[in-house]
Structure formats: structure tokens, C-alpha cells
């Protein structure tokens, strides 16, 4: 799976729990829900990806990738 498509579908999770008064539960919850529903290998793209350019995340996405990155 190519990097636009997870960070397509990793901006749509992030917009989805972006509801929530704290953006910090909503960067967890994205992260869990990528924990728990996303291949190891497209978790390790996705964090790759914002490594390396990153920009076309949006602000939950970031942090959600940033929280993956600390486990």
C-alpha cells in the first residue's frame, strides 16, 4: 500500500476522533485504533512516512504517529 493512500486513510481516522473537546485523547484514539486495526507493516510506512516528509498530515495524525512511535 503506498504512502497517499495511508496517509489518506490515517487523516480520515484523525478527522473522525478530531470531534473530541481534547485533541490529546483524540491523537490516542487514533493511534489505538491504528494499533488495533493496521498491519504492523502499514504502521511502519505510515511512521516512515512522517518521518521523512510528514507535511501532508493533519495535527491528530501527527501526534497519533508520534504516540506510535513511543511504543
Avoid at 3 to 32: C, R
Avoid at 49 to 60: I, M, N, S, W, Y
Amino acid at each position: 500500500m503506498n504512502s497517499e493512500h495511508l496517509v489518506k486513510m490515517v487523516n480520515q481516522i484523525a478527522d473522525f476522533f478530531a470531534s473530541y473537546p481534547d485533541q490529546e485523547a483524540a491523537a490516542a484514539e487514533t493511534a489505538t485504533h491504528l494499533r488495533k486495526f493496521w498491519a504492523p507493516p502499514m504502521r511502519e510506512r505510515l511512521i516512515a512516512h512522517a518521518q521523512d516528509a510528514g507535511a501532508d498530515l493533519v495535527p491528530v495524525a501527527k501526534r497519533a504517529v508520534e504516540l506510535l512511535r513511543a511504543v
